[in-house]
């Protein structure tokens, strides 16, 4: 049974909705929390998190792809250390979505640590083919809790190899062709993500330093 989200949208803004927008998901339902720092796994700290809405969402090979994340598991990261900006993973299926739900609720209701900011969510398939149609109009409600959703699509690749074995996506890095190897390239759908998520993070902190600089004018 799938959750009932009682959604009251003010705007399409990808920020939080006002007190009283949507109603939390029960205690039983929501995340832990991570305090200690996220993972740093190469040169520089990780730009974002990716939290999984329920198991088997695909942090680790997400994480993995995006040279830029962190692995936060199943809980929000609450350490000011590190990241703090979210990146929510589901699976495209009815619980996965129902958890996705929960999990934007809870932010929404403000239940997550202070500093989270969830700036989008990703789904990916449970299998190849076509999605169910109930599954497809529960998707568009839960959707409709977040501006930014990235889709990625099924590689059959990922059945024979380890996550450590993937090629990854770091700022910067030109297009992928379309037939390739993922221990050489990643897929053309993560690296559109992952350039948008940069794209989405400079733009928010160009946003925060010009609010910054109005702020301190007389």
């Not at 900011?117 to 083919?129: A, C, D």
């Not at 930014?148 to 190899?161: K, N, R």
Request: hydrophobic share 40%; glycine share 8%; proline share 12%.
């Amino acid at each position: 049974m799938t959750a009932a989200l009682h959604l009251v949208r003010h705007d399409h803004d990808s920020r939080r909705l006002p007190d009283g927008g949507v109603q939390p998901p029960p205690p039983q339902r929501r995340a832990p929390l991570r305090d200690e720092p996220l993972p740093i796994t190469g040169p520089f700290p990780p730009l974002w998190a990716v939290l999984g809405a329920h198991g088997g969402a695909g942090t680790t090979t997400l994480a993995r792809w995006w040279a830029p994340a962190a692995d936060s598991g199943l809980a929000w990261p609450a350490s000011p250390r590190t990241t703090q900006q979210v990146i929510i993973a589901a699976r495209v299926c009815m619980s996965g979505l129902a958890a996705a739900a929960d999990r934007l609720r809870e932010w929404h209701a403000g239940l997550a640590p202070d500093g989270v900011e969830v700036i989008g969510l990703v789904l990916t398939p449970t299998r190849p083919g076509a999605v169910p149609a109930p599954v497809r109009r529960y998707r568009s409600i839960v959707t409709d809790l977040i501006e930014d959703v990235y889709d990625i699509a099924w590689h059959d690749q990922l059945l024979t190899l380890e996550s450590g074995d993937l090629a990854q996506f770091t700022p910067g890095d030109p297009p992928p062709p379309r037939r390739l190897r993922l221990h050489t390239n990643v897929p053309p759908d993560v690296h559109q993500a992952g350039s948008d998520i940069l794209q989405r993070l400079a733009v928010a902190k160009k946003t925060l330093a010009h609010k910054h600089v109005s702020e301190k004018k007389p």
